[in-house]
């Protein structure tokens, strides 16, 4: 079985969507979390220069570019409510118990 290497900075931005993946489906996966005192080295070395990275058995697999985001205004209750059972799935529950707390 492969590993995984999830490298993103210390926070749920882009990457957090990865990693409750990596929770639902119950795979182990390296959670590689970054500050930006190492980031000016790190980016020299990062496909794009970007994150975050997935590398696969040692391989780099995926690298995102920055991509244009939009925010989801708070009347949304569909989404909303999608969000309250997903967070209630076993695994989602657990990666969500156990995750860091951070700024963003």
């Given at each position: ?12 931005g882009r990457a957090e969507v990865s990693r409750l993946l990596f929770a639902a489906a ?79």
């Open positions: 079985m492969p590993s995984y290497k999830f490298t993103y900075f210390n926070g749920k119950g795979k182990a996966f390296d959670d590689v979390r970054i500050d930006s005192a190492q980031w000016s080295d790190l980016k020299k070395v990062m496909p794009q220069g970007t994150l975050p990275v997935l590398e696969v058995g040692g391989k780099t697999k995926i690298s995102q570019s920055a991509k244009k985001r939009e925010e989801f205004l708070a009347d949304y209750k569909l989404l909303d409510a999608n969000r309250k059972k997903v967070e209630q799935l076993p695994k989602i529950k657990e990666y969500l118990k156990k995750r860091p707390v951070t700024t963003f």
